[in-house]
């Protein structure tokens, strides 16, 4: 079997997918025509061409432009469907997308239209692809925390139909500590806890993020590696990283992948995971992801074995879900 089929049959769990960010710029394009959205770009082809960034908000701001597209309950549910049917071609078994409410209802879209969209999508994906699938909410961490609690307020009569909460948005300026009233409350609803720390924030913002958030997961987490106390810590509590690669590369996180520490943090005994983030900015679906930093970083065959079981492992399923996945994976082999 080629590197490329061994990465895709590999059963695994995408944990840091912002549906927003699966926007093809031909859907895009057709989504502002149906419903009468214009766009800053003139064509597919420039838009594709605006997607050269220097930092995260750089890509932000074009993120959030091109949501605008996005009104009515059947652009979320061709949005989502259009990704699961990726992620099942690249042997996904198990999805945990997140969403943006702020960006929507800022516009004057309801929670009810996300969520419907979304959650058809969902079901469709498990009847047509076997891919199961779980909604994680995440805070706009440049907004204020305030605007953090009306949000789940409006959340609230909803609240058995989402699985966790998150944090994301732009990180340097505005870190986990302006949240931990707001994640508190959420840990009272009994919510599952992630947070974006350690893409562009320091270290200290993954601290923070354990500490007063409570996370569970790290998504990114990787300038933890300027911190040995944090490595031995991360590696310690075996706590999952959401490491987006290609993501990292076009932000400029690191400047090639050649140069991407996810083989460091590996080596390091750290729970890495690798997922697509934004796939539709950054050049590929998580196979890729996968198959990019295999080729680059020269992970072996029994190293992308742990890191789909990291992901398996690090979802918020339960364990007898999980159980057939894990023994699939244990049965493909490893030369
Ligand atoms: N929102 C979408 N993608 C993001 C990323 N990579 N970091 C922070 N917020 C995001
Ligand atoms: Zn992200």
């Known amino acids: 079997m080629d590197l490329a089929a061994f990465v ?24 502002a025509h149906r419903n009468g959205v214009r766009l800053p770009w003139a064509s597919v082809a420039e838009t594709r061409a605006a997607y050269a960034f220097t930092d995260l908000q750089s890509f932000l701001d074009l993120y959030y432009a091109g949501a605008a597209v996005l009104i009515h309950a059947q652009d979320y549910y061709d949005l989502a469907f259009a990704y699961f049917t990726r992620a099942h071609a690249d042997g ?54 305030e605007e953090g609690f009306a949000t789940l307020a409006q959340m609230l009569p909803h609240i058995g139909r989402i699985h966790g909460v998150g944090l994301d948005s732009s990180e340097k300026g505005h870190p986990p500590a302006k949240f931990a009233r707001l994640f508190e409350r959420c840990r009272e609803l009994r919510l599952h806890v992630v947070a974006h720390a350690g893409e562009e924030g320091p ?20 300038r933890a590696a300027d911190d040995p106390a944090l490595m031995r810590r991360l590696a310690h509590e075996q706590v999952a990283l959401t490491v987006c690669p290609l993501s990292n590369v076009k932000l400029c996180v690191f400047d090639r992948i050649e140069h991407h520490n996810l083989k460091q943090l590996l080596d390091a005994g750290l729970k890495v995971t ?24 020269g992970l072996n065959a029994a190293e992308l074995k742990q890191i789909a079981r990291n992901s398996l492992e690090a979802s918020f399923v339960d364990a007898a879900t999980r159980a057939p996945w894990l023994a699939r994976l244990d049965a493909m082999s490893s030369t």
Request: charged share 20%; hydrophobic share 45%.
């Open 203 to 222: 270290p200290a913002y993954i601290v923070e993020a354990l500490d007063l958030l409570k996370a569970e997961r790290i998504d990114h987490g990787v």
């Open 274 to 297: 690798i997922n697509s983030d934004d796939p539709a900015y950054f050049g590929g679906y998580i196979a890729e992801n996968y198959l990019q930093s295999a080729r680059a970083l």
């Open 92 to 145: 996904v078994v198990h999805a945990e997308l997140f969403f943006d409410p702020q960006t929507h209802t800022g516009r004057g879209i309801s929670i009810e239209t996300v969520l419907a969209g979304l959650e058809r999508a969902g079901a469709e994906a498990m009847s047509r692809y076997g891919i199961s699938s779980r909604l994680i909410m995440c805070f706009l961490r440049h907004l204020s925390e």
């Open 8 to 31: 895709r049959a590999l059963p695994k769990a995408e944990l840091h997918l912002h549906i927003e960010g699966s926007l093809e710029p031909e859907m895009m394009f057709a989504l």
